[in-house]
Every structure is written in structure tokens, then in C-alpha cells.
């Protein structure tokens, strides 16, 4: 049985008063997705294994809200098991460990432990010439998404994982608790027995059967798009069309924003870009969007493994050709979905209509949710077979019946 | 300068969300329009005749934009300039924090 439960109380006791009133079964697993700034979120536990997540938003029958509290609990076989170290060695664990029908992954998409991590990877970076280097001074710090589903994909099993990267993002954010402690850079794996009906989409047409094909229907697609060629290895870019990152986009006219430092010390960098690097799949031609910044960095992090992606690609501005009215045809009706936030930077107080149009009970704005498992279209974001990831505009639909 | 206006104009209205894009005097006279259909004069008319009006209160309120959204569309309006203003009309399919950037980064090149 999976049941859910929502307070607007942010004092943590409190909220877990009004979640435990309700509750008529002893969980075995419990979720907090917590929306809003809240003092001491490890507090919200339960007898049973207990994850706190931050999210960006919350959705009830009531509306969706910035604030809150959002209890996902149930009474399934579920196992937590945790996951630490660089991504080849988190696979391999992974790889070696049970994995049950139904996998939900919870993470932090890119963690810097202290200020002291900054300066040292900052200085690191400076430092090398190599872009190799680069790729692997950045895999201290990110979980690439697609690296991390492939054991899910191998072993035939689903995987949904909520790679969290909050919007304000600072040294030690985001917070994910596991019964009362910080996980830090780790990885959950919420490994269900049971199969649990998952839909995943995104907001693009289907991808195309060729590099040029795909290339067209973007081009068409998005905003202000130019194709582009990027100088890359792994998890780090050096150049756009011969150019660092921020001379390109100064070039190209664009100011986001620009010192780093300051604005992860003061908890202010701003993880959503409206500009991004469309990458196109060696494997499947789908393609995965990297948004970009325009902070003095030698080299730029990619939050996915570039390696199978061309060289060659599409630089573009978000747009959805349609806007609310062509995510409501990509939305199903369900029981608890997962919306990346960008869905609420582009649409503001509109992404209300989509959930008021379609029958969703509950569901959190998180970031860019991904997928291993079979689907039957061709999704845009399929970049490596059955392997679904991108940095924005992904929903995913759980049905608990 | 100009020029440099009209290249403004232009830029914001390559995304395909943006039907007009406009610079007007602080008196409301415009300098510089950039329109995608004659569909939308009315609402551009609309808006001139309200600019004078919201320049004003725009200065004695210390507003760094304005903003309106309709059912079909979001205008912001957002000052250049001691003596300029910006206008942009996109439809509700619009990423509106992306136009934000946008008009932001114009006002820097500018540099007005």
C-alpha cells in the first residue's frame, strides 16, 4: 500500500503531527519531500527507514505550493541501501548489489562537501591543461546521470532517479537525510520488490534516425538555436566552437551570471539556464541539453557523460513550441508525479493549469528526473537505449494501483 | 546608436515567442518597433497609449520593471535608460525567466 500525506506546517515536529494523524498503517518506508526553507528536516522521521529530500515545490489536491511538506509512505518490501565514491566505483557496487523490480535513486546531482573542496577543485582545475584531467577532477563532485542507470539497464530492471539539484545551490547543499543524517555525496537506492507502474516523458517531438535529423527537429524546436562544435571529454567542456564557455556566450550576447565563488559561498548560484548545448547521441540520436553559465571557468561541467554523445551540436535557448498546452499532451493522469522545475521557471503560475487539466493527486517539482527502462516511443531524451536523461523539462508518472 | 537599437529589437524577437519588441522615449514616443503581425498593433496601441502613465509610476516607485500577463500574453516593460524603455510581447508560450535574461543582457550590451 502506498499512501501520501501533506502538511504546510515547517516547524518539523509539527508537520509530523499532522502527517502521522492520518496515517492508518505502520510504513516500512517514508519520503519527505520538503518544499520551502525548513530548520532541522533530519527531524522528520518516522519508525522506519525515512529520507528527507529538498524539492522546489509540492503538489496536493489543494494546488501546488512552495512551501510544505509532502509524505510519501508505504508498506512494501522496500530496502534502502546507500552508495559512496566516485560513479565507476558507486556502478559497480551497484552492479554487485541486489536490485529489486522498482528502484528509486536519490542524489545530489553535483555536492561540494565544504569551501575547502571549492578552493581545492577550483585550483585543480586551473591547474591542468587536460581535459581528461578535468573529467576527473569533476567526477569528485558529480554523479554523471546516465553512468549511474546503466546497472539498472543491464540487469532489465526500472530505475527512476531524482538527481537533486536544487535552484539555489551552495557548499554542502542539498541536504538529503537518511534516518536523521546527512547523506552528503552519497547515492540511495530505494530498491522495491514489487514492479511499480512508471511512465516517463519529456516535452520534445520523437528523436530522429539520423545526426542531421535530429539536429533539424531541434533546430525547429528551440529558440535562437545555432549549430555549434564542442571541444570535450567525459564530464568536462573546454570549448564551444574554439571558445570558452563565457567568451561564447558574451559573443552570443548572453549575461546569466558570473562570479562563482560568491555565489556558492552565499547559497545564491542559480542552477537553471535558459541556454544550453543540445548534445546528439552516438548510440541512439536522442539528445540530452546541457545548460550553460557564463562563470570564468577553464573548464565547464557537464552533469552527464559526454563521451557517446558527437562533437558536433545544437546551442539554443529553452522553448516549448505550444508552451502549457503542449505539456498537457505529454502529462498522463496519475497518483504521484515528478515534474523538473524548469517547468515552474518557464510557466510561472501557470504549471497550476497543468496540474488543475489532468487528474495528478500528489507530486513534487524536482530536478530533471531520468529513467532506465523500456518505453515505447522514441523519447528525445532516450541517449543511450533505455536509458533516459536530461538536464531539463523531464516528468515522470508513478501509479500506486 | 540607432543601429544598435534596432539590432536590440531584432535579437529579442528571434525567439519565437516574441511578436513585438519595441524602444520607446520616456515621452512615449517610439523610436524603434519590431512587429511579427499586424494582429498585434492593438495591443501595442493599448500599451502606448498606458506608457507615459506607467513610465511615471515606474520612476516614482523605483520599479526596475513592469510586468503583465494575459491570458494570450506577457509585456514586460523594463527601462533602458534614463530616457529609454524597452517593450517586449511575447505569447504565453514564452520561458519568462529566459526573456528576462534577455532583456537583462541587452540593457548590459547596451550600456546605456
Given amino acids: ?3 501520501v500525506y501533506y502538511t504546510q506546517e515547517m516547524e518539523p515536529r509539527k508537520a509530523l503531527e499532522d502527517i502521522k ?19 532541522k528536516p533530519e527531524l522528520l522521521r518516522l519508525n522506519c527507514n525515512s529520507i528527507s529530500v529538498p524539492v522546489e515545490g509540492i503538489i496536493t489536491p489543494n494546488g501546488v505550493w512552495s512551501r510544505g511538506v509532502l509524505a510519501l509512505v508505504t508498506d512494501a518490501d522496500a530496502s534502502v541501501r546507500v552508495f559512496e565514491g566516485n560513479a565507476k566505483d558507486v556502478v559497480g557496487m551497484m552492479e554487485r548489489s541486489r536490485i529489486g523490480s522498482f528502484n528509486l535513486l536519490i542524489y545530489p546531482l553535483i555536492y561540494i562537501k565544504s569551501k575547502l573542496t571549492f578552493l581545492r577543485i577550483f585550483l585543480s582545475l586551473s591547474r591542468t591543461k587536460s581535459l581528461d584531467k578535468a573529467s576527473e577532477i569533476f567526477g569528485e563532485i558529480i554523479y554523471p ?149 557564463d562563470y570564468e571557468l577553464k573548464f565547464y561541467p557537464s552533469l552527464f557523460d559526454t563521451d557517446m554523445f558527437f562533437d558536433d551540436a545544437l546551442f539554443a535557448g529553452e522553448f516549448i513550441r505550444g508552451g502549457v498546452k503542449r505539456v498537457l499532451e505529454n502529462v498522463r493522469e496519475t497518483d504521484f508525479a515528478i515534474f523538473d522545475h524548469h517547468f515552474m521557471l518557464m510557466f510561472e503560475e501557470r504549471v497550476v493549469e497543468i496540474i488543475k487539466e489532468k487528474e495528478i493527486s500528489y507530486g513534487v517539482f524536482s530536478s530533471c528526473p531520468s529513467f532506465a527502462g523500456r518505453l515505447k516511443r522514441k523519447l528525445m531524451s ?20 | 546608436m540607432l543601429d544598435q537599437l534596432r539590432e536590440i529589437t531584432k535579437r529579442l524577437a528571434s525567439d519565437p515567442s516574441v511578436v513585438v519588441s519595441a524602444i520607446y522615449r520616456i515621452d512615449g514616443t517610439p523610436i524603434v518597433t519590431f512587429i511579427k503581425d499586424k494582429k498585434y498593433i492593438s495591443i501595442l496601441e493599448w500599451l502606448e497609449s498606458q506608457t507615459k502613465l506607467l513610465l511615471n509610476l515606474m520612476a516614482e516607485n523605483s520599479l526596475k520593471s513592469v510586468e503583465f500577463k494575459t491570458r494570450d500574453y506577457v509585456m514586460i516593460i523594463y527601462p533602458l535608460s534614463g530616457s529609454l524603455v524597452l517593450v517586449v510581447i511575447s505569447t504565453s508560450e514564452a520561458s519568462v525567466y529566459k526573456l528576462r535574461i534577455d532583456v537583462e543582457s541587452l540593457k548590459r550590451i547596451l550600456n546605456v
Avoid: H, W
Fill in chain 1, 21 to 39: 494523524k492520518g496515517m492508518g498503517f505502520e510504513p516500512s518506508l517514508a519520503i519527505f519531500f520538503v518544499a520551502g526553507k525548513m530548520e
Fill in chain 1, 1 to 3: 500500500m502506498f499512501e
Fill in chain 1, 382 to 401: 532516450e541517449v543511450e537505449n533505455s536509458i533516459y536523461i536530461n538536464s531539463s523539462l523531464t516528468m515522470a508518472f508513478l501509479n500506486f494501483k
Fill in chain 1, 145 to 293: 546521470m546516465n553512468t549511474l542507470l546503466r546497472p539498472f539497464r543491464d540487469s532489465k530492471k526500472t530505475a527512476l532517479a531524482l538527481n537533486i539539484f536544487p535552484l539555489e545551490i551552495g557548499i554542502g547543499i542539498p541536504k538529503i537525510f537518511l534516518n536523521g543524517k546527512s547523506i552528503g555525496k552519497s547515492i540511495l537506492n530505494v530498491s522495491l520488490e514489487e514492479k511499480l507502474k512508471c511512465e516517463f516523458n519529456d516535452t520534445y517531438p520523437e528523436r530522429g534516425k539520423s545526426f542531421e535529423e535530429t539536429l533539424e527537429i531541434l533546430s525547429q524546436e528551440l529558440a535562437n538555436a545555432k549549430r555549434v562544435k564542442i571541444t570535450k571529454k567525459g564530464l568536462a567542456i573546454k570549448e564551444i566552437d574554439g571558445k570558452p564557455v563565457k567568451d561564447f556566450l558574451r559573443e552570443n550576447k548572453i549575461f546569466i551570471r558570473e562570479d562563482l565563488e560568491n555565489d556558492l559561498i552565499q547559497q545564491r548560484f542559480f542552477g537553471a539556464s535558459p541556454y544550453g548545448i543540445c548534445f546528439v547521441s552516438k548510440e541512439t540520436y536522442g539528445s540530452a541539453p546541457l545548460g550553460v553559465f
